[in-house]
Each structure stands twice: as C-alpha cells, then as structure tokens.
C-alpha cells in the first residue's frame, strides 16, 4: 500500500510521473468490486478504502479523481495516525492533478509538518510551488494584457465620446 509508494523516489522533473500514473482497469475493477461488497455488508475495511481511493486518484478520469480524494478526506476523519498521514500525501496528489493547486499545497505542507523528512512529499512540495509560480505569472500576464486592452478600449471609446460631443457643440453653434 503506502510504503510502496513511499519507497520510490523521484527527481523533481520527474514528479509527473507520479502525477500521470494511471492504475490498470483491472486493479481498479478488482478493488471498486471488493470496496462494493463490503459497503454491501456494511463491514468496510480501511486498507480496501484506501486502495480503492488509490486507484480512483491514479484515474485520468476527474470525476474518479474527485470520489477519491472525497474517500481519503473520509479516510483521514476515521483512520488511525498512518492512514491519515498518508491520506494527506495522497490528497495532496489527487489536488495537484485537478490543478487545485492552493489546497495541494495545504496538504503537503500538512504531510510535512507530521514527516519532515519525507523526499517524496518535498518534491511534490516544490512541485506544486512551481506550478503556483506559473498560474501566478500566467494570471497577472492574463490581467496585465486585459489591463492594457481595456485600457485602450476605454481611450479609444473616451476619445469617441469627446469626439462626438465636441462634433455635436459645432453642429448646435453653427445652427444657431
């Protein structure tokens, strides 16, 4: 379960790759129908939560993505301290991969502040503080050529009303 994925370690370029893995449709279905039967019975496992959770978020699928990162929302509210660690790196991945960048972030940081020292987490920490850098920039080059647009607009639409407010105190003077 967890420790698999914490044992590997990426280089920071290679975050993607965390980010862009996909569990197999078999996995998923295996998990999805033993998560199933044991909602049925009302005896639900935390480990079968988990991995169900796990593979929705591993889903190029967003709404899959959204259930399982509401699941490990869940799981982190019930579970015991590890659980709930790794739903925070977890939700932290699921957040990042719906470009929900301000809450990834709150999440990592919130994994960091239990574990320190985990690579993996640090990574997807500066990973998710490049990708806000870049939203950031893009979003005030986005306002800053509004600004600029609108602003002209507004002169061009400025100067056609003085125009033509000039224009019309001709019209009336010479009519008179």
């Known amino acids: 379960m967890a420790t698999e994925a914490r044992s590997l370690v990426l280089p920071i370029e290679d975050m993607k790759t965390l980010l862009n893995h996909n569990v197999p449709v078999e996995d998923r279905a ?45 799981i982190f509210k019930e579970g015991n301290e590890e659980i709930k660690r790794d739903s925070l790196f977890y939700l932290a991945v699921a957040e990042t991969k719906q470009k929900n960048y301000c809450s990834a972030q709150k999440y990592a940081k919130a994994f960091l502040s239990v574990e320190p020292t985990n690579i993996q987490a640090q990574q997807l920490d500066v990973y998710i503080q490049k990708q806000l850098k870049k939203d950031g920039l893009t979003g005030m080059a986005l306002f800053g050529a509004a600004t600029i647009f609108g602003g002209a ?9 003085v125009g033509a407010a000039l224009g019309y105190s001709l019209v009336k003077r010479k009519g008179q």
């Open 153 to 161: 607009a507004a002169i061009v639409v400025g100067s056609l009303a």
């Open 30 to 74: 295996t998990y999805q129908l033993q998560y199933e039967a044991e909602v049925a019975s009302n005896n639900i496992d935390f480990q079968t939560k988990f991995q169900y959770a796990f593979c929705l978020i591993h889903s190029s699928n967003r709404n899959d993505i959204k259930k399982g990162a509401l699941m490990f929302e869940e």
